[in-house]
Every structure is written in C-alpha cells, then in structure tokens.
C-alpha cells in the first residue's frame, strides 16, 4: 500500500428489510462498542437481546434503516442510518460507519439518503455534547447547532445537542 489515503467509494445504498435483522444487529453492536457514548444504548444491553428482540425492532413504526455495500459484489454492510419521525419531524439516529471507510463517502451517501426520505422536511439529529468526531462531520456534511440541548438525554447522563440540516 502506498500510504496514500483510499478513493471515495460509491456505496450501493439500500433499505433493509426485515429479513436483515443480523446485518442490522451486528453493525449496530459493532457501532455501540466503537462509540459507546454514540448511541442511547449500552453495548452489554444489545448483547445480551433476543433474536425475536432484534426482529421485533426491525417493525417498529415509521423506523427506516439504510445499510450498503462497497459494490454490487461485496455485500457486506460499511454503515447504517435510520430515520424516524418524532413531532411530526424527520430524524437521523443510529449513524455509523466502519472505521476502515470512513472518510471515503459513506457516511455522505447514508445521510443523503435519508435526507431524501425525509424531503421536503428539514432532517434532524441529536448528537452527545462529547462526540467530537460525529459533530465534526455532521458540520461538514452542511448540518448545523440549532442552540438546542437536551440535558442529560444521553446514555451517561450529559447532554444531548440538537443539529438541523440546513
């Protein structure tokens, strides 16, 4: 390798079904062990659910869930996003990608894709006051601080800061 940084990939971006409630289960246990403060779930907890469990989630109302495929050969899952209504407003919840392609475009396509889904509507999100990283991106990704927080909404008790897609 030559150290340079890989190309952007051009993920092939589909909605799960419930048929894929294993691919859903392991990006998401995989995600809540990369960035424990991430998600509003603890790992220990996602572990130790049933399959029925995991399925049953795969229904829950109004939930869409996004998982892709580097290429039409591959079909193992780089990320996941979900979107939901709440309010009567679109959220993006659940974000992650692989660590090996972040950086590469995959997290742009999942939440384009969801941004899609929730046209004509602003998307939002809510994002752990210490999740430096996925704040970063989402700025660069043309989200932006409503001034909005939500004190001690998330897992550990600290505040959770509400992002608008502009």
Partial sequence: MSGEEPGELKPDVRVLGTEDWR???D???EGLADTPIGFGELHADALAKSDQAWQDAMLWPGLRLMAFS???RDASP????GGFYRDGVPVLFGVYVRPAVRGRGVLGALVAVVQAWAAPDALTLDVHEDNHRAHAAYLRLG???????TPGAAIDG?????MCAL
């Avoid at 780089?78 to 996003?81: D, S, T």
């Avoid at 600290?158 to 509400?162: A, Y």
Wanted: net charge positive; proline share 0%; no cysteine.
């Fill in 70 to 72: 580097g290429s039409a």
């Fill in 23 to 25: 691919a859903w289960r």
């Fill in 27 to 29: 990006l998401r246990t």
């Fill in 78 to 81: 780089l990320g996941l996003a």
């Fill in 158 to 162: 600290r505040d959770l800061l509400r």
């Fill in 143 to 149: 989200f932006a601080d409503t001034g909005q927080r």
